[in-house]
């Protein structure tokens, strides 16, 4: 920590101060530094930029921007900030993207949303947004959603010429005579989900690719806005709704650290047990979308038969299957009924049944090794300079965990390890989710028995400690949360007002977007074979990407 | 004449192409359901034994899309070409104790040639949509084919060199036990050749959904798709019936001769080839080009030599 | 090699065959798993509602739209649009009604089928019906209890009148006979 803050204190800052364990938390008075500062971080040996993200002050007139340098060797990290002039035409800073190549798409969010622009960014174009927002900056707080709304057809029409336009240009543009030529490996595709990606190739082989996302755009991060704490966990847990718990638990421990709260050892066993079921229902499926990809069904329909009993159990406690909306600031929402854990136990019962085949028959297969064991392989050095995370990340060698690096909710109790694998190709990370599905029904099995032990001991009533009262409205603050979601790295970022019934600004921070950014570097020099299996390696989903 | 009407019409004609296609696409999905702990087709009819028959006749009832730009003699003719070609080989095939349509001395090398024409008629319905995924399908059925061709036609000449006759029913006549372990190598390679000419697992390549669409079926709809579909289960059931020919001994049975034991030998070959397919993901075409040119045609040209030597022990005067 | 490995494989994967899957109802007519606490179709219980609307307010998709009575008091209850809610059950925490809630979606129906037309999308709600007599024995209570309020109101009226004149003169009070005072002005 001391490095950091001796390296901050050099320039002219607002504030210095420590938060948390692993946070230094500072405001520069000038944006001129910015550059100065990384380039000193650099040297320090911190890597890795997480986010980019700005915060529309619109009485002071101020835009302020938070940075998160993190580095995932010796944990220490730093929260900067900067304020920027707040009209669109002096709303500039220098882009950082030369120096930390994983800002790149974040800085192009930024800009799309909030129109700051980053002078020397490589390729600033908007993204995620559609085209009918061109020009203007949905997330600033005078920009009137119900006003654009209305001319509906005009908009429709304006992201149709631009599409045809487009069109024109892929098939003109290329020598008709070679055999080069754009493919939309598109949104209506059997393996790519909404998602379109512009494949510029030659015959077969690949010269690169430039995705294009935003189709399942929601503008989340507008939605919580204008709900109170307790109804944005419906948008919160929007973000994949496979494994929604650890985001909303992330967005409830934000918001009780600005409300200064404490929940219950009840509440921090149970959102650790809910987290890895949900965990478990996206692996899951993980496992089996990598599979399908290469034409085999059987892997996605076995573990379809066993993730059903999990299922049934987020059913019997919550009262849906899927979007479950359990936790809430405070706790977790409902209280617990004991004999709810005997479906529990009768899900890890089948599972335990299950693995050992699963296990022979595709992880070991040999056919699959013969196609994903040289493609896609990323060295731990690429890891920490594109700000990966979660499996991604350890597949590769690097250890990082945020449930071991700075543990939330009970994890601190619990004994874990870092799994890693070492060489970083799609095998490896079909292997990683494997072996974190059978670490989450460890965890699974030491919480249930912790809380059967203390009911049973009467520390903890089941149906009266699962919840402590929150204040309607909270104070002025800002807090940051991080979890270990299942594809990744979530770092929330809450910001509120004096007396807030609502958030202010909450950033949602997803991983999928450095994945996906990962898509044109990977796949230079390959064939048209190695699109799916390496997007459905790298375990992304486009309810985080769009957000 | 009314002969030839019944035989081009019922059996083994267009009728039985049509049942066999209702019945083997019903049996597939059940037996894959059951492979994959699902449940498969089950309201329409026992066991759902009505659903394929409904989903084919649906597709009749649709529109069959002509895109803009297509060039008109190869996207709407070829199907029916292609379904022409994919029945012929049933008229050289012994069906029944004495019973063939065409007895011919060169049924074998019209069997292998008529198979052979397929893949060609595939790509030109490939080429002539004007799509450029459909086109990289058309491409990939051209080179699987053109390799797997190769060891197809080496495979299923070793009868033919043992028993000193390209005539179908004197090979039938002849074959025993015996010639069936002899011949057995033989009948891996078909087995394995047969799964690249059929575009299933591990080898379908053109069909690779994940990867280019659909290959050549992307553009079709309708009545156009009915008739594809109905050619690939023809050359289904072509292929097998001509590995049944030649290796398995035909209609002849435990104790008696008959169409029956025709029937199961076919559907243990469709068996085998459906658990290999739950079993196993797709590989590339570099890949099968390696795997067929470095291994499977090498091993096939030793097998011609074992049959020869094995000929020259056993089998003199045959 | 990998021919045999392969074929390993395929062995241990028809064993699957042997095992009966667990789909075996038609869940058209029965549900597989229906625990209590799912959250189905809503039941709304207009007699104990009292009309709070903190279940409009709380509602994340504005799916909720009141339906006025004509009463005087506890006169608004809920109407769900079913197209619009996301079944999160928040409005059901949040009814304040004991000893059971009025607006419940746990244990509801699974089963929320519309017709297929355009005109039935545009009714996929979950309405009130009130019974016109529950409308008038309400009415009635409200008329007698405006009544009673009256009476009590003019009652406590001319008490007060009367204690306040009570306490304003000592005079004998002979105006309660009604006659004329017959011993004023004989004097002299």
């Known amino acids: 920590m001391e490095f950091i803050q001796k390296l901050v204190y050099k320039y002219d800052c607002e504030y210095v101060e420590q938060y948390k364990k692993n946070w230094t938390k500072a405001k520069l008075c000038s944006k001129d530094d910015l550059l100065s500062v990384a380039e000193d971080l650099l040297k320090e040996g911190v890597r890795s930029l997480s986010t980019v993200s700005p915060t529309d002050f619109v009485d002071e007139n101020i835009m302020e921007i938070n940075y998160f340098f993190e580095d995932f060797k010796t944990k220490r990290n730093l929260w900067l900030k900067v304020d920027l002039p707040r009209e669109e035409k002096e709303c500039e800073i220098e882009s950082l993207t030369p120096l930390f190549p994983s800002a790149e798409w974040h800085e192009r969010e930024a800009y799309s949303m909030f129109g700051v622009r980053f002078l020397n960014h490589p390729d600033l174009r908007d993204i995620i947004k559609s085209e009918d927002f061109a020009g203007i900056y949905p997330f600033r707080k005078d920009f009137d959603w119900l006003e654009h709304e209305k001319n509906t057809v005009a908009n429709v029409q304006q992201i149709v010429d631009a599409f045809k336009k487009e069109q024109e240009e892929n098939e003109i543009d290329l020598d008709t005579d070679s055999s080069e030529t754009i493919l939309n490996w598109g949104p209506t595709h059997p393996a790519s989900g909404p998602i379109r990606l512009r494949v510029h190739c030659d015959g077969e082989e690949i010269i690169s690719i430039d995705p294009d996302i935003g189709y399942v755009w929601r503008a989340l991060e507008h939605l919580v806005t204008q709900k109170d704490f307790i109804g944005a966990i419906v948008s919160v847990e929007r973000l994949c709704f496979m494994d929604n718990i650890n985001s909303m638990t992330g967005y409830a421990m934000a918001v009780e650290e600005i409300a200064g709260v404490e929940i219950t050892p009840f509440a921090s066993w149970m959102r650790v047990l809910l987290g890895e079921t949900a965990r478990i229902s996206s692996h899951f499926m993980g496992l089996g979308m990598f599979f399908n990809n290469m034409g085999l069904h059987t892997l996605a329909m076995w573990n379809m038969d066993t993730r059903e009993f999990f299922l049934d159990f987020l059913e019997s406690y919550s009262g849906a299957r899927i979007a479950t909306a359990s936790i809430e600031p405070g706790g977790i929402r409902y209280g617990l009924d004991m004999t709810m854990f005997d479906e529990l136990q009768k899900a890890l019962d089948k599972f335990d049944g299950n693995i050992d085949e699963v296990e022979a028959i595709f992880v070991k297969n040999p056919t699959m090794k013969l196609r994903a064991n040289d493609v896609g392989i990323l060295t731990a050095d690429e890891v920490h300079k594109f700000g990966l995370s979660g499996i991604v990340a350890r597949a590769s060698g690097v250890e990082t965990d945020i449930r071991i690096d700075e543990p939330y909710a009970a994890y601190g109790e619990l004994d874990l390890e870092y799994i890693t694998q070492k060489r970083g190709s799609s095998k490896d990370r079909f292997e990683m989710i494997f072996r974190e599905l059978k670490q989450s029904v460890k965890i699974i099995k030491q919480a249930k028995a912790h809380i059967e032990k203390a009911v049973e001991a009467g520390e903890m009533n089941p149906t009266k400690d699962h919840m402590v009262k929150v204040p309607k409205k909270l104070p002025k603050g800002e807090a940051i949360s991080r979890v270990e979601w299942a594809r990744g790295e979530v770092l929330m970022h809450l910001v509120t007002d004096e007396k807030a019934k609502s958030p202010y600004r909450l950033k949602m921070r997803a991983p999928s977007f450095n994945h996906t950014m990962m898509l044109d570097y990977l796949l230079k020099g390959q064939t048209l074979s190695d699109i799916p299996l390496i997007f459905g390696s790298l375990y992304i989903c486009q309810g985080d990407l769009d957000r | 004449m009314s002969e030839l009407l019944f035989q081009s019409f019922i059996f083994p004609g267009l009728f039985y192409v049509l049942l066999w296609t209702v019945g083997l696409y019903w049996f597939f999905r059940k037996f894959m359901a059951a492979l994959h702990k699902r449940v498969g087709p089950s309201f329409n009819g026992k066991a759902g034994s009505y659903q394929t028959l409904f989903d084919l006749s649906k597709l009749l009832t649709k529109e069959s899309i002509t895109p803009d730009g297509v060039n008109p003699y190869l996207f709407s003719i070829m199907p029916l070409l292609a379904l022409i070609f994919a029945m012929l080989p049933s008229a050289f095939i012994p069906w029944m104790d004495g019973f063939v349509v065409v007895d011919s001395n060169y049924g074998l090398l019209a069997l292998v040639v008529l198979i052979g024409i397929e893949p060609f008629l595939l790509f030109l319905t490939g080429f002539g949509s004007n799509n450029k995924y459909s086109f990289l399908g058309g491409i990939r059925v051209l080179t699987q084919a053109i390799s797997m061709e190769t060891a197809f036609l080496l495979a299923s000449f070793s009868p033919a060199l043992l028993f000193s006759t390209m005539n179908l029913t004197a090979i039938v006549e002849q074959s025993s036990w015996f010639s069936f372990l002899v011949l057995l190598p033989g009948f891996i390679i078909y087995f394995i050749a047969l799964l690249g000419l059929l575009e299933q697992p591990p080898f379908n390549i053109p069909d690779a959904e994940q990867e280019i669409v659909y290959g050549f079926y992307t553009e079709y709809s309708g009545t156009n798709f009915f008739l594809l579909q109905v050619a690939m289960f023809a050359e289904f059931m072509a292929i097998f019936a001509g590995g049944t020919v030649l290796f398995l001994g035909a209609y002849k049975g435990l104790f008696f001769d008959s169409y029956f034991f025709f029937f199961m030998k076919m559907l243990g070959i469709a068996v085998v080839m459906m658990t290999l397919r739950a079993a196993t993901p797709r590989i590339t075409l570099t890949q099968m080009l390696r795997f067929s040119w470095q291994y499977l045609v090498p091993i096939a040209l030793v097998n011609i030599a074992w049959v020869l030597f094995a000929k020259s022990l056993w089998f003199i005067g045959a | ?188």
């Not at chain 3, 009367?162 to 000592?170: I, P, S, T, Y």
Request: proline residues 5%; aromatic residues 6%; negative net charge.
């Open chain 3, 1 to 188: 090699m990998i021919i045999l490995d392969i074929l390993k494989r395929t062995l241990r994967v028809a064993k699957a065959l042997t095992t009966k899957s667990p789909a075996d109802r038609d869940v058209r007519f029965e549900a597989m798993h229906h625990p209590s606490r799912y959250r189905g179709e809503h039941r709304v219980d207009y007699e104990t509602c009292i009309g709070c609307d903190s279940c409009n307010k709380i509602c994340p998709t504005h799916a909720i739209t009141m339906k006025h009575l004509p009463f005087k008091k506890q006169n608004i209850v809920p109407e769900v649009n079913l197209s619009v809610c996301i079944f999160c059950g928040l409005c059901e925490d949040v009814c304040p009604t004991k000893p059971e809630k009025s607006i419940i979606l746990s244990g509801g129906r699974y089963d929320m089928l519309s017709g297929g037309w355009h005109e039935d999308q545009d009714d996929f709600w979950v309405h009130v019906d009130i019974p016109q007599s529950y409308i008038d024995s309400r009415l009635e209570e409200e008329e007698a209890a405006r009544v009673k309020k009256e009476l009590a109101a003019k009652k406590k009226a001319a008490e007060a009148e009367a204690k306040k004149r009570a306490e304003a003169g000592e005079e004998p009070k002979e105006a309660q006979t009604g006659l004329p005072d017959f011993n004023k002005g004989v004097e002299g």
